[in-house]
């Protein structure tokens, strides 16, 4: 009677055991690759590639944020990026921040939308010194232009934020953009 009654609990310690161990080995699969497909997002111009390091990719979306100092500024979210070039050939490029107009329609805030004349940006290169300018001071939306050498690549933060000024901002304003990288020619 022992014997049957500690079998029958080995039987069911093991399954559980199983259970639980292949759960743990699933899940941890499912996380790790859930984490990483949402952190890196590559985008394939032609002859560069260009990866965003955030889980929005390209994307910026400013809701509900107050005007801001530029030390705070500064240290508001930094959105990441690698402008990689594995050719042989040397490439023109820019880098544009456009609104996201499918987001704007999405969220239906076209009219909370933040003057360019309010936002202050600010561009890194290669962990260099930023340059921080007001967003409407950028001619067509073009951030920077350079050229890539060959096999070479470039780190790039923008950091975005409302400047501190007289001009109330409401609370409920947004702003939505799409940082591009297009090469010349294109």
């Known amino acids: 009677m022992y014997r049957s009654y ?17 759960f743990a080995i699933v899940s941890t699969y499912l996380i ?36 801001v100092s530029d030390a705070v500024g500064l240290s508001s979210t930094e959105y990441d990026f690698t ?4 050719t042989d050939n040397s490439v023109r490029y820019k880098i544009i921040l456009d609104d996201n107009i499918k987001r704007i329609q999405k969220d239906n805030c076209g009219d ?16 260099q010194t930023p340059v921080a300018m007001i967003l409407s001071e950028y001619q067509d939306n073009v951030l920077y232009e350079d050229t890539l050498e060959a ?8 950091r975005l934020w409302a400047i501190n000024n007289d001009f109330v901002i409401d609370r ?15």
């Not at 402008?83 to 594995?86: F, Y």
């Not at 909370?112 to 290169?125: A, H, N, V």
């Not at 096999?151 to 923008?158: F, K, Q």
Request: proline share 2%; glycine share 4%.
């Open 32 to 67: 790790y690759h859930n984490f990483s497909n949402e952190r890196e997002k590559d985008v394939d111009t032609g002859e560069m590639e260009v990866i965003f390091h955030s889980k929005d990719g390209n994307k910026i979306n400013l809701t509900k944020f107050n005007p």
């Open 83 to 86: 402008v990689k070039n594995s």
């Open 112 to 127: 909370y939308i933040i003057p360019k004349d309010l936002l202050k940006l600010c561009l890194r290169i290669n962990h």
């Open 172 to 186: 409920n304003s947004h702003y939505h953009a799409i940082i591009k990288v297009i090469e010349e020619g294109e």
């Open 6 to 22: 500690y079998r029958r609990h080995m039987i069911k310690s093991t399954i559980i055991i199983i259970f639980l161990f292949a």
């Open 151 to 158: 096999n070479s690549e470039e780190d790039y933060s923008i």
